[in-house]
């Protein structure tokens, strides 16, 4: 059982506190540039800067979730993480449709299957650096035929290397069904986390979600536009008191350069760490919920 960082394994017990869904550089598609600017990562140093301040914080992995078509830069991932510290994963696969270039659109699902774990098991091209995590994703409340295809693709390369899948949920939509495709693959579903389920954040679905053995992955804390965090808070008490405390991944997605305090903008990587986790335990959670979360879920969801 290993992490598979971008330097290379990690014992699962290295690992310490991880954020299991960010992003340091991305080159988003024409399509997400011409609806915000705001989603362009470009600059290393920014980077570098933020994953000090996680590292101040506490931090001590972080999962770039980043996918190829949402403008993927592998080098400079690979600069970054010699630059600091901090343990990185990074990510193979596709996020939702309406970002699939016209190449992988042509691929059926074999061949993009090929293709994701070839890069996990032999490097990306050029590079050698290999990603530790699968992406797919799905669109707001349906799943496109391109998208089945990626989702089926995502688990068949799950299947010939083991790697932990990650599924992208528009608005936290379609989730059951996305476990239904990587069902119908084979895949254990307790090798995968849905995120940004906290963007719809209804207990009745998310406990069906964890009862199928599959990962819920939050990353709104902070994010007040989608609701107050005492809605998330509430939330994960809810899943605490259910019973499914070893299947919370908590996150912050802070995917825009106004959400990063090396930009100028906030609330930044720091905020889970040094606000939002001391407000869980202003709330009544305690210590080893926090450690359960934080440190002993990403290191299982992880391994492989
Ligand atoms: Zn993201």
């Not at 999962?63 to 990185?88: K, L, N, P």
């Not at 990306?124 to 349906?142: D, R």
């Not at 899948?165 to 084979?186: F, K, P, R, V």
């Not at 902070?222 to 609701?227: A, E, P, S, T, V």
Request: net charge negative; charged share 30%.
């Amino acid at each position: 059982m290993r992490i598979q960082t971008i330097k290379g394994p990690v014992k699962p017990e290295q690992l310490g506190t991880t954020y299991t869904h960010e992003h340091l550089i991305c080159y988003p598609p024409v399509i997400a540039m011409k609806e915000d600017y705001d989603f362009e990562l470009p600059q290393e140093e920014k980077a570098i800067e933020e994953l000090e301040y996680f590292k101040e914080a506490g931090g001590s992995c972080l999962v770039e979730g980043t996918a190829i078509d949402y403008g993927r830069d592998v080098e400079a991932m690979g600069r970054i993480a010699e630059a600091v510290d901090v343990h990185i994963v990074f990510t193979t696969g596709f996020n939702k449709g309406r970002f699939h270039p016209d190449w992988s659109i042509k691929m059926d699902a074999d061949a993009l299957a090929d293709l994701m774990a070839r890069e996990i098991m032999e490097g990306v091209a050029g590079t050698g650096l290999k990603p530790g995590i699968i992406k797919g994703g799905s669109w707001y409340n349906v799943i496109l035929p391109k998208e089945e295809k990626v989702i089926r693709a995502v688990g068949r390369a799950h299947k010939k290397t083991g790697a932990p899948i990650w599924m992208h949920t528009e608005a936290g939509t379609m989730g059951l069904e996305q476990l239904d495709i990587l069902e119908e693959e084979g895949v254990d579903l307790n090798r995968v986390a849905l995120g940004h389920l906290d963007r719809n954040p209804d207990l009745w679905y998310h406990k069906k979600i964890a009862a199928r053995g599959a990962y819920l992955g939050y990353d709104c804390p902070g994010k007040i536009k989608y609701g107050p965090d005492s809605d998330r808070v509430n939330l994960i008490k809810e899943i605490l008191d259910a019973g499914y405390e070893k299947q919370l991944l908590i996150s912050g997605d802070m995917g825009r350069r106004s959400y990063l305090t090396s930009y100028g903008g906030g609330p930044g990587f720091s905020f889970l760490l040094n606000k939002f986790i001391p407000r869980l335990l202003d709330e009544g959670l305690e210590e080893k919920e926090i450690d359960q979360i934080w440190v002993k879920n990403p290191a299982a969801y992880l391994s492989f």
